[in-house]
């Protein structure tokens, strides 16, 4: 069932074009910025972009600089909010109080809506160069991507988009302990 309800956001977040960002991942050979050995997340590059959306050469370096500058934009983010989740993990694991934890979790929202805000941003720059039928060939490709597996974040099996662990899974019956 949690697969399912994070298949059906990570879905949703696509057709919002919210995963776009990445959107060109592991096809072929060689790593981008993200790639980390086995099973990290890779762009494509720059040839296969060109033909598989069709783009000129301008399109090309506008898209490539969009790309970096979104990832600049993003890194401090990312590293924010892994370290607010190791926060919270240790908060829950100690039995913080109620008000930490909720302090933490507030600190986690922001935190996403300003990766929102970044992936809303790269979307309007792709909006200035590139046609609709080239950006919903990026969105195609994305979940492809996605349904074949190839959109893993460090670390390779078991992440998700953009590097972030799983949904935890639904308790279990016995013991109302999570699911490892």
Do not use: Y
Not at 70 to 91: C, D, F, I, Y
Not at 124 to 142: G, N, T, V, W
Not at 145 to 166: C, E, L, Y
């Amino acid at each position: 069932m949690m697969k399912r309800l994070a298949c059906a956001v990570m879905m949703g977040g696509l057709a919002s074009g919210a995963w776009l960002a990445p959107a060109f991942c592991a096809q072929g050979g060689g790593g981008g910025p993200r790639a980390g050995g086995k099973g990290a997340h890779r762009m494509m590059s720059p040839e296969k972009l060109k033909d598989n959306l069709g783009l000129s050469d301008e399109q090309l370096a506008k898209l490539e600089a969009a790309r970096k500058a979104h990832a600049e934009a993003v890194k401090p983010l990312r590293e924010q909010m892994k370290a607010g989740m190791e926060k919270l993990r240790g908060q829950v694991k100690n039995k913080a109080a109620d008000a930490d934890i909720q302090a933490t979790m507030d600190e986690l929202s922001q935190g996403r809506k300003s990766m929102q805000q970044a992936r809303e941003k790269f979307q309007e720059d792709l909006k200035s160069f590139l046609s609709p039928a080239q950006r919903a060939k990026m969105l195609l490709h994305a979940m492809k991507a996605m349904r074949q597996g190839q959109w893993q974040g460090k670390g390779g099996k078991g992440r998700g988009p953009q590097g972030m662990p799983p949904a935890p899974e639904a308790p279990d019956d016995e013991g109302g302990e999570m699911a490892p």
